[in-house]
């Protein structure tokens, strides 16, 4: 069985400050790894994912995350927070073989001004 | 470029009713997938349909179904409701089937049971 873990319900931060949503995994085999974030009333967009390669991947937004295997991580970071960054975050998972993505219960983000 | 749509926004029912769903997959894309997200947490898989098939499914009863079209477009239909079946649906698409590609999600159907 394949599993997220999002450890923090909330993350606040002030503008300008650096961010990071943290996320870990367990699944067995090669991990799939996505970041997705969702804003009030709508649909989850995608910003980035890890599915081999390099270990620090950079999507949308100025959004990067770093894999790390021997930690089981994937946590999501920003140099600099935008108050238009606040949203709720998701981690998702998806290995080898399975079509299904599992995702994490997400983590709010607050920028605050 | 049209995104994922989905149809109806909002939709209340009573227990025991039955319901249809709706999406229309990206331009381009060929494969569907239908999450469920209760308040409070994250998209749970309902299942994923390819070439008009269910290729993969998620801790879901039997009550829950799905239907992919010629032109990629699929229903998702649920039977007997329950309370318990008051969330979000999303509507995600992709691709192809592939597990490393990169869903595409719709902005959802908010059914309440009463």
């Known amino acids: 069985a394949q599993s997220v873990a999002q450890p923090e319900d909330q993350v606040n931060v002030a503008e300008g400050n650096p961010l990071t949503v943290k996320c870990t995994y367990s699944?067995?085999?090669?991990?799939?790894l996505f970041w997705y974030v969702q804003y009030p009333n709508r649909g989850l967009q995608f910003l980035l994912k890890?599915?081999?390669?390099?270990?620090l991947v950079k999507g949308s937004y100025g959004f990067e995350a770093e894999f790390n295997k021997s930690q089981t991580s994937f946590h999501l970071k920003k140099p600099s927070a935008l108050v238009s960054d606040s949203a709720l975050y998701f981690c998702a998972l998806s290995g080898a073989g399975s079509y299904q993505l599992t995702f994490g219960k997400g983590t709010k983000l607050s920028v605050i001004p | 470029d049209a995104g994922v749509t989905q149809s109806p926004t909002h939709l209340i029912k009573t227990r025991g009713q039955q319901v249809t769903l709706r999406c229309s997959p990206k331009s381009g894309h060929d494969t569907v997938s239908w999450y469920q997200q209760a308040l409070g947490q994250g998209p749970q898989f309902i299942f994923q349909?390819?070439?008009?098939?269910?290729?993969q499914r998620g801790n879901f009863p039997d009550r829950f179904s799905g239907h992919q079209f010629p032109n990629y477009s699929s229903e998702l239909n649920v039977n007997a409701l329950l309370l318990g079946d008051s969330a979000l649906y999303l509507c995600?698409?992709?691709?192809?089937?592939?597990?490393?590609?990169?869903?595409?999600f719709g902005p959802g159907t908010r059914l309440t049971v009463t």
């Open positions: 995600a698409s992709s691709s192809g089937p592939r597990s490393t590609y990169e869903q595409y």
């Open positions: 699944v067995s085999g090669n991990p799939y």
């Open positions: 890890y599915i081999t390669g390099d270990n």
């Open positions: 349909y390819y070439e008009e098939e269910e290729r």
